[in-house]
């Protein structure tokens, strides 16, 4: 099974401020099988990225992934007030276990 | 739009079998190529994937649950579901169920990726 460690564990920034979040794997992520989801309190996650840096549908360009083999980022450009939450890696290889990382909350500074 | 609908009791005694599941709205479950997962989270706590099953039947596990988990679809009511056996504390939690990703741009299903959920379940494990 594929860990997934994220950091920092809390990111205290102001709106306007860039986010940058870390997921690091256990071994290599077979074709960069990353997805990021960010979730807010009493909600379902939702998707922001597939395949390390594929944004979702309806997903707003501030966020962006990139990364490869065992090293992930997702960046957030600019914080707008929605975007305080926590934040999750996954990977889904080959086949499943799918995984999921412990969660990087962003909170406001 | 496609809606998930988890539902089942609250409270579950310790032993027993913990049983929900989810209705699927806005669209038929058996329409297209889609997994349907069950995923856990503990309060605080992160994601935990427990399995899937698609619209053949066919069921994939999570190997640190596989032995109690039985996941099932009925396609007639449009609905798919989890048991759960020999429940602990430990299987406390709120409980979602999703939709594998469909990429409209590239034309193929993402599987293991979800971006329909449910809005989650409450299950206390608790005499």
């Known amino acids: 099974e594929i860990v997934l460690t994220q950091s920092p564990g809390t990111l205290s920034l102001s709106p306007g401020e860039r986010a940058t979040l870390s997921c690091r794997a256990s071994?290599?992520?077979?074709?960069?099988?990353l997805a990021w989801y960010q979730q807010k309190a009493g909600q379902a996650p939702r998707l922001l990225i597939y395949g390390a840096s594929s944004r979702a549908t309806g997903i707003p360009d501030r966020f962006s992934g990139s990364g490869s083999g065992t090293d992930f980022t997702l960046t957030i450009s600019r914080l707008e007030p929605e975007d305080f939450a926590v934040y999750y890696c996954?990977?889904?290889?080959?086949?499943?276990?799918?995984?999921f990382g412990q969660g990087t909350k962003v909170e406001i500074k | 739009q496609v809606q998930l609908q988890e539902s089942g009791p609250g409270l579950v005694k310790p032993s027993q079998t913990l049983s929900l599941t989810c209705t699927v709205s806005g669209g038929s479950i058996g329409s297209g190529s889609y997994y349907w997962s069950w995923i856990r989270q503990p309060a605080g706590k992160g994601l935990e994937w427990i399995g899937r099953?698609?619209?053949?039947?066919?069921?994939n596990y999570n190997p640190s649950l596989k032995s109690r988990v039985t996941i099932s679809i009925d396609t007639s009511k449009n609905q798919f579901s989890l048991k759960l056996s020999s429940v602990t504390a430990a299987d406390t939690a709120v409980y979602y169920c999703a939709r594998d990703y469909y990429d409209s741009s590239g034309y193929s299903y993402v599987r293991g990726v979800f971006d329909i959920w449910g809005q989650g379940t409450m299950v206390t494990v608790s005499s």
């Open positions: 071994q290599s992520i077979s074709s960069s099988y």
């Open positions: 996954q990977q889904y290889g080959s086949s499943p276990p799918w995984t």
């Open positions: 099953i698609y619209t053949s039947g066919s069921t």
